[in-house]
């Protein structure tokens, strides 16, 4: 079964309390319960971890390497919009990614249109609440589909 890895960054972790008018109701174990059925559904299996730690999400891209996923799914939260560190760990682990956002961050302040990892991702997805998760899903497995 092919795998794929699963980041959240921080934050994340209060989602179905934080803010619902702009991230839903939905709780990360919901999502997470959406992303791994839908994987299932699809031949994949999927590994998720999240983190309000930088570091820890570096190493986890980093070892998503080592542990032979073919893709990456992520939310970096804000460090989208800040992290150089983890902008570099994924050209330095060359594995696939897709970006998600729950709000549409270009509806947003000013300084959340820009993500520092849009540019070298398959694609970003944003502001399909909840569901961007599942969307993002389906973008990473036709991707890693085609290169087979």
Same mark, same amino acid.
């Given at each position: 079964?092919? @795998?794929?890895?699963?980041?959240?960054?921080?934050? /994340?972790?209060?989602?179905?309390?934080? &803010?619902?008018?702009?991230?839903?109701?939905?709780?990360?174990?919901?999502? /997470?319960?959406?992303?791994?059925?839908?994987?299932?559904?699809?031949?994949?299996?999927?590994?998720?971890?999240?983190?309000?730690?930088?570091?820890?999400?570096?190493?986890?891209?980093?070892?998503?390497?080592?542990?032979?996923? &073919?893709?990456?799914?992520?939310?970096?939260?804000?460090?989208?919009?800040?992290?150089?560190?983890?902008?570099?760990?994924?050209?330095?682990?060359?594995?696939?990614?897709? &970006?998600?956002?729950?709000?549409?961050?270009?509806?947003?302040? &000013?300084?959340?249109? @820009?993500? /520092?990892?849009?540019?070298?991702?398959?694609?970003?997805?944003?502001?399909?609440?909840?569901?961007?998760?599942?969307?993002?899903?389906?973008?990473?497995?036709?991707?890693?589909? @085609?290169?087979?």
């Amino acid at each position: 079964m092919k @795998k794929v890895t699963l980041l959240n960054g921080p934050n /994340l972790n209060l989602l179905g309390v934080r &803010e619902p008018a702009k991230y839903g109701d939905s709780s990360l174990g919901d999502i /997470l319960s959406k992303c791994q059925k839908f994987s299932s559904e699809n031949g994949f299996d999927l590994d998720s971890f999240q983190s309000n730690s930088e570091a820890d999400l570096i190493n986890r891209i980093q070892s998503a390497m080592d542990d032979r996923s &073919e893709g990456i799914l992520i939310n970096p939260g804000a460090y989208g919009h800040t992290s150089i560190g983890i902008r570099d760990a994924f050209l330095a682990v060359g594995i696939p990614f897709v &970006e998600v956002h729950i709000s549409n961050i270009f509806a947003r302040e &000013e300084f959340r249109h @820009k993500t /520092l990892l849009s540019d070298i991702a398959i694609g970003i997805i944003s502001g399909f609440g909840a569901f961007s998760y599942v969307l993002g899903l389906q973008a990473l497995f036709d991707h890693i589909n @085609k290169l087979d």
